[in-house]
């Protein structure tokens, strides 16, 4: 599109009929452009794009299917054509584009140090936490349960249910499970909150929750399946 340009010149003091002239350009069309720059659909482009990407930065291990769907949720709707062509064009793909590891899935970056070395022991409760997603199949389709146990005693203190697996699921079971102290009197501060490496536990939601409860965030190493596991096994026990 020429209008930029013809902008441009008029603000150099080129008169903007003789830059039609040259350029071969209609004047009542630049009018009409320079009346409303962005157009109609370049600004619901930009909402639907808005729209992607703060739910991929929320789950960044989603890809575009999914992505429209949140998008969707938050009142930009769009075909899942038009979802992958914004995410390809910007960049935005699912954080496991190649399937390798554990469940075949790539693990993602910590983003909280190992507190626990494999050390799941704990002298009083509300020291040390673990928490995990399982899926449950149902009439209704798959249902993905965060369970969140307090080592000392064996105790299952939260928990949160949903149909999708996102970040708002484990944001959803730590504050279920903070209430649930809190109701009882017990303060869960410094309380440590050991987890695996998936993005649900990675999403920046839950970090801040984290700190807002003044707890404690800890991550298992990458790829060690023993860890996943152990914890695993914990909190089925």
Not at 57 to 72: C, I, K, N, S, T
Not at 73 to 102: H, N, P, Q, V
Not at 106 to 133: E, Q, S, Y
Not at 163 to 186: F, P, Q, T, Y
């Amino acid at each position: 599109m020429m209008y930029p340009l013809v902008r441009e010149l008029a603000d150099d003091g080129v008169p903007v009929t003789v830059t039609c002239r040259v350029l071969k350009i209609a004047r009542q069309p630049y009018d009409r452009w320079l009346s409303k720059p962005v157009t109609d659909a370049e600004l619901a482009a930009a909402y639907r794009a808005n729209a992607l990407f703060d739910a991929h930065r929320e789950d960044p291990e989603f890809g575009y299917r999914f992505l429209v769907d949140e998008a969707r949720e938050a009142g930009e709707s769009m075909a899942e054509r038009t979802a992958w062509r914004i995410c390809s064009d910007l960049g935005w793909w699912s954080a496991f584009g190649k399937r390798r590891g554990r469940n075949g899935k790539k693990p993602g970056p910590p983003v909280h140090d190992d507190l626990v070395m494999r050390n799941f022991t704990a002298g009083a409760p509300n020291r040390l936490w673990l928490a995990d997603i399982t899926e449950h199949w149902t009439r209704e389709g798959k249902l993905y349960l965060c369970a969140i146990k307090d080592v000392y005693s064996n105790r299952i203190v939260g928990y949160s249910i949903d149909s999708r697996m996102k970040s708002r699921i484990a944001v959803a079971a730590l504050d279920n499970a903070v209430a649930r102290r809190r109701a009882e009197g017990v303060d869960v501060a410094g309380c440590v909150l050991h987890t695996d490496r998936g993005s649900q536990f990675r999403s920046r939601k839950l970090v801040h929750q984290l700190n807002r409860h003044d707890m404690a965030g800890s991550m298992g190493r990458v790829g060690a399946a023993a860890d996943c596991e152990t914890v695993d096994r914990l909190l089925a026990a």
